[in-house]
């Protein structure tokens, strides 16, 4: 399909990670229900991942506009679970340390989608591969390695100093990659992204993931956007993704 | 052997990778001699790849002292490979720049040793590995996916803008991946790259490859220093290197 349509061969694929290549909110469930119970603590670990994953948006913003530094999702993620906690009448201070890094890394531990692993294998035949995510390098690396995922390069936020949708955090990864926008397809199961993507100049895939957010999801069910690539799932994606095999010799391309 | 030792488990191995991950000088002499064949010029590949190689350090020199803005690898291997072909007579003016860069890629193509693959996928079961080159992102990228290096992670100079044997560039690496320097264990066949890392605080590892010079080699054919670990190639270190298995849960460790 993507060597049908104009433009430059399409080298590289990124992707975005939360929710189009892991489930987070399995994976965040999980770990809040197995914390609850070594703690004594009444918490529903799907609405407790809901809400933690709320204040993920708002918490990057000061760091959008510059109003704050850079700091890492990592630290986001603790900042965020304290309130969340707080919300629930506990205070962070009387649990050990070591038990909230744990819980901080349930982000680290997040399981992929069941064909994930399989269209990422197929894909990375003819492509480069790699996260394109909001996600520090650190929690992006120990995630791949722990569900398997098999990247050729691991782009994180900390690398790029920019969080999407800022323009600066496809560039930047473009760049990085010696490559120009017209030759990056980013796959992501949320239409902001792909819209903020293509404005860079990046070509497009649209990942459907209509359990995301749970039963309830009203968001994101079907593309909203001209995308150059519109698939089911990774391996469906995989198999749009038609052209010669990847190679690093560009002569004569 | 690293867990018979003091100090805190080793989370992640990074790998010198010219010369002790890949044989540059095989990758380099082969390109060229095709190069020369297709031009119709009188090369010596091996000995074109020598000289090539030997302006390697000087190049990076004025970016280490601040002399000179940071610029890429592949920026400096174009640099130094018109030298080159001045020094033979030849101006580049009059070569097709598609084939400049196809040589300059020759970096991005290089070979692994025999015993890289196999060595790297055994560690990987116990590490967290990647490389810690003087190479750009998109070289060593590039050079992974085509030689099957099967990193977890790649961090390219690019990203850390530093230069080895600078501190930022051992220190900038161990940051990223979330850990402390006594965490990370650099490998490399070059004694220097070995004291530089241990100065910033990380733990070593010598591999012994006695030919990548050459027959005439006659540096670092010996550790030269108490590393923590001593191995003839990567399987040997693999195999040294014991302990559990890597897990992404770090709780009770």
Redesign the interface.
Known sequence: MTTAQPGPRVEAVLFDTFGTVVDWRAGVAAAVDSFAERHGLDLDGQDFALRWRARYQPSMEPVRTGAREFVSL?VLHRENLLEVLGEHGIDAGTIEP??L??LV?AW??LPPWPDSVTGLRRLRERA?I?PLSNG????L??????AGLPW???L?S??TRAYKPQPESYLRAVS????EPGEVMLAAAHNSDLHAAASAGLRTAFVARPSEFGPGQTTDLEPAGDWDLVAGDLVELADRFTGPA??????GR
Chains 1, 2 share one sequence.
């Open positions: 990592d070591g038990e890094t744990w890394e680290h531990r480069l790699g520090n390098l650190a929690l690396a120990r995630m791949a390695k722990n050729d390069v691991v994180g900390d690398v990085l990659l010696g490559l990847w190679s690093v010799d560009r002569r």
